[in-house]
């Protein structure tokens, strides 16, 4: 994919774009922020009347009196700060969210031949590491950024009337701040641990689903895997919360203990200075003043390097969303008949794989298939097999040549109204990490369960998922890593049965069986194959006797076409596949 450089100008202007739809929380956030700034200056001045009329007036109701508003100043500062933070957190968590589901949802609509060439494992670690630095930046860094400026400059103005004369009593207080942190420090990495936990999810999610890009674009699942993955981003925000909550706490009461802290500190040296006769109150305005413009330095030192480290991490995440799929729908797309016949014709059709555009792995393929027709595609290893189903699925766009359905050009329909007429059983049969019932279902989202059932029952399916600890409703794990071969198949057969699609793909249906179970399954894709279009990858003799024709293929090209019977006896290649690959 190509780079796009991202300045430090364009990404402030793309994360402010994903902050609209929450302008309300952001314009509060700002409010909070400036009155916790001005709260924090005036704390400053606050401090200094104390020390003036307070100490050097020696009038001690005064003195009293404006400690406590002094107390108040502060306070209204920390809840300010708490409010600041929270919204500022929420935002970074919300539009961290808004951007995974956007991309995730990008990425769906994306042929395989995106994936042939990227890595999932790198895909993943944009919608992990590469999100939550973004997240940071909105979060703490756009807020700490803003309230550190207006700090620096209001305290740069009020220390040029102030001297340093208290620090030691400052620096005494400091390990004061070290409280909160012992006592919630715990529990918010608890709940960085819980809400990391559920970011994992995701992880496995987007993994899993994009591993198995193929079926999902087949079966059209997209739309159902953007629900579902929304719901996780969801369980992700609910984690959340409370790790947000409690850290917005602890930031909350370490400025509160510091800034409670620094005032006292300031009232016990007034005390001393009024009893010495030195001035000390522009020295304390001073000393606090000094300490928030150095801290405001460090805060800004700090947030320019996370908004570098977050124009890396937006230049791949924007990457991602400007990637085109190369599988693109007309912008007028047909529409097919809602009776499908399913005839398939295929003329001059030459494909290569964008990976390696110079090799053709098919060439010259011309092919007319009737409807309802039982096609076998037979041939060594390479020969183009796989690669014809690739191109029926319009999972990649052949080089030229035409592919039609109903002899309508399949360019000129929408990819998922295409993929729609299919059902596809691939040689590997995908299982989802999910209940037996939901894999049966992927096809056929809305089916019943007792239509599942049925078609798990006609797969030879239903005898070992009953068997299971929870049925139907058992969570098959990983990639189906509870069940062996076999069963992975006669789910993924089931699927196919439910679907109930005019146009059958078979990828080696039966290769994962034994003997007892292959005699099975194939009489239940005799019925399924029954009034469909079948096209089957088999190398079986119980497979291939019974097509109405066979082609034969080698190295990218249709050598000979016919019944099992003739081309033993009329094609040399078909013999030695029949010799060594078919007897049964």
Known sequence: MPSQKITTSSLM????????????????????????????????????????????????????????VVLGIALVGSLAAYVRFYLMIWLGER??????????????????????????????????????????????GLSMALRASITFVGALILMLVTSPLLTLYVMVAVPLVLLPIKFLGARVRNYARSSQDRVADLGEYIDESLHEIQTVQAYTHENIDRKLFSERI???????????????????????????????????????????????????????????????VATISEVIGEIQKAAGASERLLELLSTESMIMAPKTPLSLPNNLQGAISLSGVNFAYPSAPEIYVLSDINLDIRAGERIALVGPSGAGKSSLFQLLLRFYEATNGTILIDDIDTKQLAPQDLRQQFSLVPQESVIFASSAMDNIR???TNASESAVVKAAKAARADEFIVELPEGYQTNLGERGVRLSGGQKQRISIARAILADRPILLLDEATSALDATNEQKVKLALDELMADKTTII???????????????????????????HAELVQSNQLYRELAQLQLVS
């Open 13 to 68: 202007q793309w994360l402010f774009g994903q902050l609209k739809p929450y302008k309300y929380k952001v314009v509060l956030a700002i409010f909070a922020l400036i009155v916790g700034a001005l709260s924090w200056l005036l704390l400053g001045q606050g401090v200094k009347v104390v020390v003036d009329e307070g100490f050097v007036a020696a009038n001690a109701d005064k003195l009293n009196q404006m400690v406590f």
């Open 95 to 140: 539009v961290s969210a808004d951007i995974r589901l956007n991309v995730y949802s990008h990425l769906l609509t994306l042929s395989p031949g995106f994936f042939e060439s990227t890595r999932t494992g790198e895909v993943i670690s944009r919608f992990t590491s590469d999100t939550t630095i973004l997240q940071t930046v909105v979060g703490m």
């Open 234 to 296: 969801e369980a992700v925000m609910q984690a959340a919360s409370a790790r947000i909550r409690y850290r917005a706490l602890l930031v909350a009461l370490i400025m509160a203990i510091s800034i409670s802290a620094i005032t006292i500190v300031a009232w016990l040296g007034a005390r001393e200075v009024l009893s010495s006769g030195i001035s000390a109150g522009e020295l304390t305005a001073f000393m606090f003043y000094a300490v928030m413009a150095g801290g405001s």
């Open 442 to 444: 992927y096809g056929n």
């Open 537 to 563: 990858i088999a190398h079986r003799l119980s497979t291939v006797i019974n097509a109405d024709r066979i082609v034969v293929m080698d190295k990218g090209k249709i050598v000979d076409i016919g019944k």
